[in-house]
């Protein structure tokens, strides 16, 4: 059984397109995150959610918008994508908001508009 | 502006042998700090913390270092194994909000 699941894994799609990765976490947690993994490998926080609060929105353009419908699921719509928003996107879960026993990630969703 | 920094990008080191990862952070007021480990197409996975109350944690053949006045830590692998081989991130937590901030990472490769 996956720990924190994500999909699709990859995504090829042409900009101006609207597109949605979904993530699902089995571990109980209550707090889920989004991170971008842009091409110099920098990992980013983008979004955190606790217990479906929004408690992190870092300087995103608000094209993308989060939901998270329950406490195991934070799902990640993108509008209008552009070249610039090609990288690899991780979601994860920790235990509580402070993180302090680590985050479990999900495999990444590769995302590359042409 | 990088507020953790892993200066070196890659490092091989001989099977058997001790590899020591580094990273700089520049806000004193980082309360916990972690390591990662990353393989190719997969999730960042954690490995170690350490909370700025301590200097050392030990986990196995992994030990994390804390100098909080130099505002270092460092990661001692020993022995290094080839399984080991992977990107090391450190990371840090700080702020109300207790946001997780990584480095750029460090390439580990360990030689038979």
């Known amino acids: 059984d996956t720990a924190v699941s994500q999909t699709p894994k990859y995504l090829v799609t042409q900009m101006g397109n609207d597109k949605s990765i979904k993530c699902e976490q089995n571990l109980g947690h209550d707090t889920m995150y989004w991170y971008k993994q842009d091409s110099k490998k920098f990992l980013k926080i983008m979004f955190s959610y606790n217990n479906k609060e929004l408690i992190i929105n870092e300087t995103v353009p608000n094209r993308f918008s989060p939901k998270s419908p329950d406490k195991a699921h934070l799902n990640l719509h993108i509008n209008s994508l552009e070249l610039g928003d090609s990288a690899v996107y991780f979601c994860?879960?920790?235990?509580?908001?402070?993180?302090?026993?680590?985050?479990?990630f999900g495999s990444g969703t590769r995302l590359t508009v042409v | 502006d990088q507020q953790v920094k892993q200066n070196s990008p890659s490092l091989s080191v001989q099977e058997g042998r001790i590899s020591i990862l580094n990273c700089d952070y520049t806000n004193s007021m980082f309360d916990y700090f972690l390591w990662y480990k990353k393989y190719p197409a997969e999730g960042p996975t954690f490995l170690i913390s350490i909370s700025s109350i301590k200097d050392k944690n030990e986990d196995g053949r992994f030990t994390v270092f804390l100098n909080k006045s130099a505002k270092h830590l460092s990661l001692h692998i020993v022995p290094s194994q080839p399984g080991d081989s992977a990107v090391y991130f450190c990371?840090?937590?700080?702020?109300?909000?207790?946001?997780?901030?990584f480095g750029k990472g460090t390439l580990l490769t360990v030689n038979p």
């Open positions: 994860a879960s920790s235990l509580d908001y402070r993180g302090l026993w680590g985050y479990t």
């Open positions: 990371a840090v937590i700080g702020g109300s909000n207790y946001k997780l901030t």
